[in-house]
């Protein structure tokens, strides 16, 4: 019994105790090591993460955009089908976008404004399917309404 000590409250410290002790130390200094690696990396994760996400709708903003102003371009040149295929693509994502709300990459304003554009979707379509050359011109006035929606002018 001569290892044996009483603390101040009484109670026995044995070397078992002190082994008990050393090891929850350890244990808590691991945990807080672990957390200062941790958390500023996670915080960075999240930044980095919440920066991409915007890129990525800026990036699908421009690809919306680049679809759009290549059918004018095609129009133009007498290319209808691929103008058609483009200017089908152009209304059927924005379309999607449209049905998505909240989560889309268009603002409140932008989706309200784009509803007029949408309702010259049939006819672009048509016009494109019959080789009218009017349709090069009717879709760069929708790049130009497209683009005031989507600028906020």
């Known amino acids: 019994m ?18 008990s002790n050393r090891w929850l130390i350890w244990i808590g200094a691991l945990i807080l090591v672990f957390l200062i ?3 500023p ?6 930044q980095l993460n919440r920066s991409l996400q915007e890129k990525d709708k800026e990036n699908r903003r421009a690809r919306i955009q680049n679809v759009l102003a290549s059918a004018a371009i095609y129009a133009r040149r007498g290319e209808y089908e691929t103008a058609r295929q ?6 059927t994502e924005i379309s999607q976008e449209l049905d998505k709300g909240e989560s889309s990459i268009l603002t409140e304003q932008e989706r309200l404004g784009l509803n007029t554009v949408m309702a010259e979707r049939d006819e672009m379509i048509t016009l494109l399917s019959r080789n009218d050359p009017a349709a090069g011109e009717r879709l ?3 790049f130009v309404e497209y683009s005031n929606v989507t600028r906020g002018k």
């Not at 001569?2 to 082994?19: C, M, S, Y």
């Not at 483009?86 to 209304?91: D, V």
């Open 86 to 91: 483009n200017t089908s693509s152009f209304f």
């Open 140 to 142: 760069s006035n929708v």
């Open 41 to 46: 990396m996670w915080l960075s994760n999240r």
């Open 2 to 19: 001569a290892e044996e000590r009483l603390r101040d409250d009484g109670q026995e410290v044995t070397p078992h105790n002190r082994a």
């Open 37 to 39: 690696g941790f958390v």
